[in-house]
């Protein structure tokens, strides 16, 4: 079953916005982390934020997560053509040694 | 993509035959997963393995089974492909259980 559920499943922006992505999940979580697949590629990890942790930044990324609404945002500023891919939020749930994905979210970022 | 490799790349194989995947890691991380990924369903784990020989089954196991001999190598093996398992497979390690996931560059699998 898909702990993780990105909303929206589309976006498409200009160059230079910004992007934002949701998340959100069922059960309690260990960490949650944000990847990125280009197309016809494997995933790259981006970010990881773990439960006791309410925002982290990466470069251009920054995440937050509210465990009180079992949800995480990953934000993307100054956005490029080149972030164009899917992206995924994954969780650990506590206990688990399974990291499960959500489907995932296309980015389109027009040049 | 941190030192992973997959073979085949591409296979087109029939029902019923045998089919066996490769995943090879320089990194010496403990944990390594297979995980298949279709259209609407997102990434779906299939198996883990926390050590050498210590496999378990992840959400999709059904059809598949799974061989860890040595560190570097883990075997996802179909015994006998069907069509339902046309599909994109990728392996993934990780040092620790909730670290970090290193993905490979995946397989892609049609079963005619």
């Known amino acids: 079953s898909q702990q993780g559920e990105e909303d929206p499943q589309a976006l498409s922006i200009q160059e230079g916005e910004n992007a934002t992505m949701n998340c959100s999940y069922k059960t309690s979580i260990n960490n949650l982390q944000w990847y990125r697949q280009n197309s016809g590629r494997g995933l790259v990890h981006l970010i990881l934020i773990r439960s006791n942790e309410r925002e982290k930044h990466s470069g251009r990324l920054r995440v937050t997560l509210d465990t009180s609404k079992k949800s995480s945002s990953l934000l993307i500023t100054a956005s490029r053509a080149a972030d164009t891919a899917s992206y995924f939020c994954?969780?650990?749930?506590?206990?688990?040694?399974?990291?499960?994905f959500g489907k995932g979210m296309k980015l389109t970022v027009n040049p | 993509d941190a030192g992973i490799t997959q073979s085949p790349r591409h296979k087109v194989t029939e029902t019923g035959t045998p089919v066996t995947l490769r995943c090879h890691q320089t990194?010496?991380?403990?944990?390594m997963y297979w995980y298949r990924q279709d259209p609407g369903h997102g990434l779906r784990l299939i198996h883990y393995s926390y050590g050498v020989k210590d496999t378990d089954k992840g959400e999709v196991s059904d059809g598949y089974s799974v061989s860890r001999s040595k560190t570097e190598d883990f075997l996802l093996t179909l015994e006998s492909a069907t069509s339902s398992q046309t599909s994109v497979y990728f392996c993934a390690t990780g040092q620790g259980f909730t670290d970090t996931q290193y993905f490979g560059p995946g397989t892609r699998l049609t079963v005619l």
């Open positions: 990194e010496n991380h403990r944990y």
């Open positions: 994954a969780t650990f749930q506590g206990g688990s040694e399974k990291l499960v």
